[in-house]
Nanobody, 113 residues
Framework: QVQLVESGGGLVQPGGSLRLSCAAS???????MSWHRQAPGKQREWVAT???????IYLNSVKGRFTISRDNAKSTVYLQMNSLKPEDTGVYYC????????WGQGTQVTVSS
């Protein structure tokens, strides 16, 4: 059973940066992968997707600030987050969509002064 493990979250000031990692215990090379987040008291929302070919798609509110990437050799997906805002606060989850959908356990990101 493949597992996804997120890391890299933390507390950062507005305008700061974080890089999240999602490490898979098996190969992800043929899969589209995505990042989602859930703010306190809100529903989980999609943030970004990367296709197996490496094409990134973004939520409008993070476009130009976040970059999704992947290293198939390391079975890892990244989310580089720059110019962070308080509204980016939440638990960030990695997901492998599809019939055998997988979610990671999440990593907390807090943007606050």
């Amino acid at each position: 059973q493949v597992q996804l493990v997120e890391s890299g979250g933390g507390l950062v000031q507005p305008g700061g940066s974080l890089r999240l990692s999602c490490a898979a215990s098996g190969s992800i090379s043929v899969y589209t992968m995505s990042w989602h987040r859930q703010a306190p008291g809100k529903q989980r929302e999609w943030v970004a997707t990367i296709t197996s070919e490496g094409f990134g798609i973004y939520l409008n509110s993070v476009k130009g600030r976040f970059t999704i990437s992947r290293d198939n050799a390391k079975s890892t997906v990244y989310l580089q987050m720059n110019s962070l805002k308080p509204e980016d606060t939440g638990v960030y989850y990695c997901r492998r969509p599809g019939p055998s959908e997988l979610w990671g356990q999440g990593t907390q990101v807090t943007v606050s002064s």
